[in-house]
């Protein structure tokens, strides 16, 4: 059942391969990750830490053109 809250983003199937290969290696075992849905939290959450710089930049110039185009 889906939920309300969640998005669900299509992948092609070549990756969802790569994905379980992954989920049947000893690391994805030593990390606790069992679902691809699991794995891809994980890869999603691990690239916005990662890159949270980045986008707090992108939310920034968002947040100034709004504001410009506001003004008029």
Same mark, same amino acid.
């Given at each position: 059942?889906?939920r309300?809250?969640?998005?669900?983003?299509?992948?092609?199937?070549?990756?969802?391969? #790569?994905?379980?290969?992954? $989920?049947a /290696?000893?690391?994805? !075992?030593?990390?606790?990750?069992? &679902?691809?849905?699991?794995?891809?939290?994980?890869?999603?959450?691990?690239?916005?830490? #990662?890159?949270?710089?980045? $986008?707090? /930049?992108?939310?920034? !110039?968002?947040?100034?053109?709004? &504001?410009?185009?506001?003004?008029?």
């Amino acid at each position: 059942m889906a939920r309300e809250d969640w998005d669900y983003i299509p992948l092609p199937k070549g990756m969802l391969k #790569e994905l379980d290969r992954y $989920l049947a /290696s000893n690391e994805a !075992k030593r990390y606790g990750i069992r &679902s691809r849905a699991e794995l891809l939290r994980f890869i999603v959450r691990r690239f916005i830490d #990662e890159h949270e710089h980045v $986008l707090e /930049s992108i939310q920034v !110039k968002q947040h100034n053109q709004t &504001s410009n185009i506001d003004k008029g």
